[in-house]
């Protein structure tokens, strides 16, 4: 059995000789017996490593997923995740939503507490030299891998509680109250914690995972991308001098939570760990991802025209499997097969068939979202002389030229019109094309059409935009075995990139050096280079934008949008920029889906309530029941 399945197949072991202390502090259940026989041979700890590794995050599960946890996506009321909810102001403290601190349940997928995870990494580590059919290499390997869960775990929750806890080892049963109640360390603490131990990690790891039975296993590459993440969040707003939010957060001595200086020097950490993890990638093979394989019959002939390209380029660099782009993939399959995969929700109906088991067709992109996406001439739409942004909601004639992506001779928004090639890789639109069941078929999205909404079902995209990016184009959905699967991606050489721009920017400024890093991702998405594409007079609103910090900073910021979109990133850089304000504090907006007319259908209306509360919702609450567990706690402001 691969490795990526095994690690899984944990979830049906009972494991619970581990995680029977009701507390979320890592204290070692008095089973010393059932320790011994589960690290005796090398086969039953596999079983322990596995364990480690299921506490991932499994963003493709829909109603488990952090990707809905931002303004990207609505859907319709009945079908609500949690983390929409949570996005609607209906977190608490009673029982709160998405809680990596306790775990959740979740419709065909749950999340283990994170803590147990912890824990769990420990047990590894204490144990893993019982073995006696393993080599020491194997044993520090195995070690290595869970020092490194256990403090991405920490990095979790440091992203989403801030300070917390560092549970770097297991306390015994016989721990006295005063070891077990253990307080909230300072935020950089905590980072210099995940940082240490990261590196402790990297010594023992392979350089590059190689050989399918073990892809998904930690080496160092993966290891240096998320240390350059983890830095990059402590160089952030959030966490760097953050004196408007948390002046008055403090400990039991006075100790602030979150130190209240400013220091650039953390953005040179983060920039340098990021050209080191770049680095490493690039030396073991990674590249930006190009489709290489034979265009479909449907695009032969399609296929000498760049923007088709372009488009294959950007929807296949997520879901074609372990291509080389992926630099850590997770590929747990869901609790019910695949049935509860984020591509169910996503996938269209096919308009010539009535079976559509796998095709629910109601996860919907924002308007927001499809307005972030740039200009065929790689600029923000608002920014654009050449793009009629005031006039955007109008609708046009479809032209013959932009047949590719539109239906020739139908009308569209001009809002879908003349953008770049990752817009068309990633939504559909009324009047839109979609590539996908061997076929090319043409979207029509107002009320009683096939991809509309008919009569009153539930099942409708409520913005009338579709999401083509999470989808296979060979996903078909009609039954949920011939939906392809693939692994989701944690870290991509692109994020990577945008990473050390933003990064070497903050630190030091517009440079080359930082042009290029986000020219490597423009030249894959078909746009000129942000060079040119600023200094054009004709049509930049803002010419040499990029020339300063502030300016460059705001297209760092965009590019991030909408290269990693709808893959779990906004929630988490929204909120360490500080702009949460600005994005998630509006209705998410979309078009009038209800009306049938292309006059009706084209008006803006609020399709999906959001709301934040700063400070308060930059950090999720504690429950009263961990409160209660452990006095020495303190609640996060604003709960």
């Not at 927001?368 to 955007?392: H, V």
């Amino acid at each position: 059995m691969n490795f990526k399945h095994k690690f899984i197949a944990i979830i049906i072991c009972s494991f619970s000789l581990l995680m029977s202390c009701e507390n979320y502090l890592d204290i070692v259940p008095d089973g010393t017996q059932e320790l011994r026989l589960l690290f005796n041979r090398k086969e039953t700890a596999y079983n322990a490593l596995a364990n480690t590794y299921s506490y991932l995050p499994q963003n493709d599960g829909t109603y488990a997923s952090y990707v809905l946890l931002s303004d990207e996506l609505a859907v319709p009321v009945p079908k609500e995740p949690d983390a929409i909810r949570m996005m609607k102001g209906q977190q608490n403290v009673s029982s709160p939503l998405m809680g990596y601190w306790s775990g959740y349940g979740a419709i065909g997928r749950g999340q283990g507490s994170l803590w147990e995870g912890i824990r769990s990494c420990n047990t590894l580590i204490d144990n893993i030299d019982l073995v006696v059919d393993m080599t020491q290499k194997e044993k520090n390997q195995w070690k290595a891998e869970a020092k490194f869960l256990k403090a991405y775990y920490h990095f979790l929750l440091v992203s989403n509680y801030g300070p917390v806890p560092i549970v770097d080892v297991n306390l015994p049963i016989s721990a006295a109250d005063s070891d077990v109640r253990v307080e909230r360390k300072t935020v950089d603490e905590c980072f210099s914690y995940i940082v240490e131990t990261i590196n402790e990690a990297i010594a023992d790891l392979p350089e590059k995972v190689i050989g399918n039975n073990d892809v998904g296993r930690i080496d160092q590459v993966i290891a240096k991308a998320i240390k350059a993440k983890v830095l990059l969040f402590s160089a952030s707003p959030l966490f760097n001098g953050n004196t408007e939010f948390y002046s008055n957060f403090v400990n039991r001595e006075g100790k602030h939570f979150f130190n209240q200086n400013y220091e650039a020097s953390k953005w040179n950490l983060a920039a340098v760990a990021a050209k080191e993890a770049l680095d490493a990638a690039l030396a073991q093979g990674s590249s930006m991802y190009y489709f290489k394989g034979t265009a479909p019959l449907f695009d032969t002939n399609n296929f000498q025209f760049k923007l088709v390209r372009d488009q294959y380029n950007h929807r296949f660099s997520i879901t074609d499997p372990w291509n080389s782009e992926l630099i850590w993939g997770n590929s747990a399959p869901v609790t019910n097969g695949q049935y509860w995969q984020i591509q169910s929700p996503a996938m269209m109906k096919n308009p010539t068939s009535s079976s559509v088991e796998a095709s629910w067709q109601w996860l919907a992109p924002s308007l927001q979202m499809a307005e972030t996406y740039y200009t065929k001439n790689g600029l923000p739409i608002s920014e654009d002389l050449s793009f009629e942004y005031s006039d955007r909601y109008a609708t046009a004639n479809i032209a013959f030229n932009q047949r590719f992506y539109a239906q020739f001779g139908n009308r569209t928004a001009k809002l879908n019109l003349n953008r770049e090639a990752r817009f068309y890789a990633s939504l559909g639109f009324d009047r839109g094309i979609i590539r996908t069941w061997g076929s090319i078929w043409n979207l029509k999205m107002r009320k009683g059409e096939v991809h509309g909404r008919v009569a009153n079902t539930g099942d409708y995209l409520v913005t009338g935009y579709a999401l083509k990016k999470l989808v296979h184009q060979d996903s078909e959905g009609d039954a949920y075995n011939k939906a392809v699967t693939y692994p989701w991606p944690m870290a991509r050489l692109s994020e990577l990139y945008l990473n050390y721009a933003e990064a070497l920017n903050e630190f030091s400024g517009p440079s080359a050096e930082v042009y290029n890093s986000l020219n490597v991702i423009r030249e894959r998405a078909g746009i000129p280079n942000v060079e040119d594409a600023w200094s054009d007079v004709t049509k930049a609103a803002t010419p040499n934008k990029h020339t300063t910090k502030d300016g460059l900073r705001e297209i760092i910021q965009q590019e991030r949008m909408i290269e990693l979109a709808f893959e779990g990133h906004r929630y988490y850089d929204v909120r360490r920029w500080k702009l949460a304000d600005i994005y998630f504090a509006t209705p998410v907006k979309g078009w009038s889906v209800d009306e049938d007319s292309e006059a009706n259908y084209y008006q803006i209306k609020d399709v999906s309530q959001r709301s934040f509360s700063t400070p308060r919702d930059y950090l999720q609450p504690i429950s009263f029941t961990e409160l209660s567990r452990n006095p020495n706690l303190k609640q996060n402001p604003g709960w």
